[in-house]
């Protein structure tokens, strides 16, 4: 009760101070508040969790100082069905914008229409609805990364590796024998990252051997069992993993660990994400490299068209492709350059 009572009077003091500055200067700047809504497909995704605090600074230290922006955010445990009343909740909280990074890419459409109705723009990021959908509704943009380059990255860095190393090719075939850890089926990211680093190898004339592949939905202890199971069909014949990610990469090389292979033995690891624990097994050469998927980038390109959208100030300044769409760049991480990222922080 007695705190409850506390609390009220400091209320009254609180919005005293407020009235008196708002009528003592006339000069003071005004400050606008506004209630940004975020939720992402699964709370245990390393590399989101990190986007989603980069995107907090955004909104912290906007680029106006005029501005006070809230964030509300939701993870959503993998469930769409969960995603879709989070969007509710935060529409019904009166958040001003959402920015969604949906469960099922591909099942936007109960989100779209709650938000239309509400006249809520939305700002999907790194799970790319398909282009129909994005036509749903004039209100919608995206956010991510070209995933073709990242996957061309990823076979570039492989290439210089094999080229400067006889000693990758351990069985002296003259191919590379390789296997893939894929992130989720449907994800636009596992299907092009894929696709593209292989075509890279094979366009700069390297001969592969595809010894098998295992997804791991991005997971690094599901990554560490597909690879246990591919090492006991191949033993020490692998000479290249290329994982969709860092995660996975990381679980590959626990695989090796756990069964104390001697390092000798030991193939090449790839990743793509650059994440704090990836940036740090590059340093200490666990992963031969990685390909940064910039974060910062990205938050700062989501909070750009969210603080647009709310002020309705400076949309027409933002460079889209296709008017809804912007894709950031990916950079090839490696030994000698990994400083430069893991600084970022
Ligand atoms: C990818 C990223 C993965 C995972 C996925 C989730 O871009 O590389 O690690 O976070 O997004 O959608
Ligand atoms: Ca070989």
């Known amino acids: 009760m007695k705190v409850r009572r506390m609390l009220a009077a400091g209320m009254i003091f609180c919005t005293c101070i407020h009235g008196l500055c708002a009528c003592g200067s006339q000069s003071e700047k005004r400050t606008d508040k506004f209630l940004v809504g975020v ?3 699964d709370q245990s995704d390393t590399y989101l969790n990190q986007l989603i605090d980069c995107l907090e600074e955004q909104f912290q230290n906007p680029e106006r100082k005029d501005l006070e922006i809230t964030m509300m955010v939701r ?3 993998g469930s769409q069905q969960i995603q879709d009343d989070q969007v ?6 009166g958040c001003n914008v959402l920015c969604v990074n949906l469960v099922d890419r591909a099942d936007p459409s109960e989100i779209i229409d709650y938000a239309r109705e509400n006249d809520v723009p939305i700002i999907f990021f790194n799970r790319e609805p398909v282009a129909e959908d994005m036509q749903q509704w004039e209100k919608l943009y995206y956010v991510g990364a070209n995933a073709e380059q990242s996957g061309v990255l990823q076979g570039e860095l492989a290439v210089d590796l094999i080229r400067g190393n006889g000693q990758i090719d351990r069985n002296g075939d003259g191919k590379i024998q390789y296997v893939v850890l894929e992130g989720e089926p449907g994800h636009q990211d596992t299907i092009i990252r894929t696709e593209s680093a ?3 190898l094979k366009k700069n004339g390297i001969e592969l051997e595809k010894l098998s592949y295992g997804i791991a939905n991005w997971n690094r202890a599901q990554a560490q069992n597909r690879m246990l199971q591919m090492i006991s069909q191949h033993q020490n014949q692998i000479e290249l993993v290329l994982a969709n990610n860092d995660n996975m990469a ?3 090389v626990d695989a090796y660990e756990k069964l104390n292979y001697t390092e000798s033995v030991f193939p090449v690891f790839l990743g793509i994400d650059g994440t704090d624990i990836g940036l740090e097994a590059v340093m200490d050469s666990r992963l031969s490299g990685t390909v940064y998927n910039d974060k910062e980038g990205q938050s700062e390109a989501i909070a750009k068209i969210a603080v647009a959208l709310m002020t309705n100030d400076g949309m027409e300044k933002i ?3 296709n ?3 912007i894709y950031l760049p990916y950079y090839k991480v490696r030994k000698d350059n990994v400083n430069e990222f893991y600084k970022k922080k």
């Open 39 to 41: 939720t992402f497909y």
């Open 198 to 200: 292989v075509n890279t």
């Open 319 to 321: 460079k889209f492709e």
């Open 323 to 325: 008017k809804k769409y």
């Open 250 to 252: 990381l679980g590959a």
């Open 75 to 77: 993870g959503a445990a």
């Open 88 to 93: 509710k909740e935060l529409i019904d909280s």
